[in-house]
């Protein structure tokens, strides 16, 4: 794919990369167990969990890094599961960078250009157009020593798109920037990301870097998919009380519903709660006073209070012998330990998981 084309507009384009029942094993190690995935074309799908999930695993087998023990890689309908890398038309960033000490920007950029044997006329426009869409031009004779992090960063990026790959792998590209630097080439990635037109797959254990980048968040753990949808999907319907748990800062409050009952008799209400396991409620759900007619109101014992800047996080119990939970309050709120706040939820707020942990929807008989 040239550099300056997208994909055709007009149509939904489907899946552009596909896992279909992939194990992967170690060993006796079991990586990946029967995974399905499904990426589509033109869009930026971040691999998101913890370590040892399985997600740059998943990253270097499209890659052909790695060989699956079992399933089937396909890229553009073509089975490619048994295909070196240098078939698969992938360009890959390392978290390392990998850049050459002794070599310059310009001679970083188009090294595995050069080494295809790529005619010099060839190669020459492709690192100018490189250069100038990463804002390199002015440091092609540089050393990577000579440049910032974010700099070796876009370099290592250069030699990807150089290679004029319609598909970009990223492992935690990000990891070894600073919080500012990360904030900003989070940004640029999204936009070289849509300029190019590139199916970009990203590796992070970073869920702000995933839900602030991606089109697809793909939430993983133990070598299994817990849930794969757009960033506010994930976040405001979480699959399951894994998913729910992993992704907000802080992390959403799980409470049984005896505690949850517990907590309402703590503040005096009597409301009727809906049938589930467990209940679930943001920190950001919660608001200072008594709320409005069929709200959940609740009294939380302050322990402790973190302010983050136009917000405070307020730790304490809804009830004497409950878990402890978070509440995030708009402003600077600084409590004495052991004062009470009066707070309530929103009926709709609430978020309800059944026996096995799977989401309740809004619309089941559980909330009538």
């Known amino acids: 794919m040239p550099l300056a084309e997208k994909p055709p507009t007009g149509r939904k384009p489907g899946p552009f990369v596909r896992l279909a029942a992939i194990g992967k094993s170690f060993g006796p190690i079991t990586v990946l167990d029967g995974l399905d995935l499904s ?24 890659a052909g890094l790695e060989r699956p023990t079992a399933g089937r890689i396909e ?7 048994a295909l070196p890398p240098s078939a698969r038309g992938v360009g890959m960033v390392f978290q390392s960078y990998a850049l050459f000490p002794h070599l310059s920007v310009s001679e970083n950029i188009v090294f595995g250009l050069k080494a295809r044997g790529t005619p ?10 490189a250069a100038e869409l990463l ?11 000579q440049l910032s992090g974010g700099q070796q960063q876009r ?18 590209p990000l990891s070894n920037l600073d919080a500012q630097l990360r904030a900003e080439m989070r940004q640029e990635l999204v936009s070289l990301q849509r300029r190019l037109g590139l199916t970009m ?21 133990a070598g299994r998919i817990e849930q794969q949808a757009a960033p506010h999907a994930i976040y405001e319907r979480p699959a399951n009380e894994f998913v729910a748990s992993f992704i907000g800062a802080p992390p959403m409050n799980l409470l ?19 049938a589930a396991r467990a209940a679930g409620i943001r920190p950001e759900e919660f608001t200072p006073g008594v709320g409005r007619a069929g709200d959940f109101g609740f009294v ?3 322990e402790s209070a973190e302010y983050v800047g136009g917000a405070t996080i307020v730790m304490g119990r809804l009830s004497p012998d409950g878990p402890r939970v978070q509440a995030r309050l708009p402003g600077l709120v600084m409590p004495a330990p052991g004062e009470r706040i009066r707070l309530a939820v929103a009926r709709e707020a609430l978020h309800l998981f059944g026996e096995d942990g799977a989401r309740i929807a809004a619309a089941s008989p559980a909330y009538a």
Not at 75 to 81: F, K, L, P, S
Not at 120 to 129: I, P, V
Not at 265 to 270: D, E, I, L, R
């Open 39 to 62: 990426i589509q074309a033109g869009r930026l799908t971040v691999l998101l969990g913890g370590s040892g999930c399985g997600k740059t695993t998943c990253l270097r087998l499209i």
């Open 75 to 81: 890229i553009g309908g073509r089975d490619v599961t």
């Open 120 to 129: 010099k006329a060839e190669w020459r426009r492709r690192l100018a157009s």
């Open 135 to 145: 804002g390199l031009a002015a440091m092609l004779e540089r050393k990577p020593s």
């Open 155 to 172: 370099v290592a990026l250069g030699r990807a798109i150089v290679a004029e790959a319609p598909i970009l792998l990223l492992d935690e």
């Open 201 to 221: 797959v990203c590796v992070t254990h970073d869920q702000s870097e995933a839900m602030s980048m991606a089109d697809e968040v793909v939430v993983m753990r």
């Open 256 to 274: 049984s519903m005896s505690e949850l009952a517990a907590a309402l008799a703590a503040a005096g209400s009597s409301e009727r709660l809906p």
């Open 300 to 302: 939380l014992a302050a």
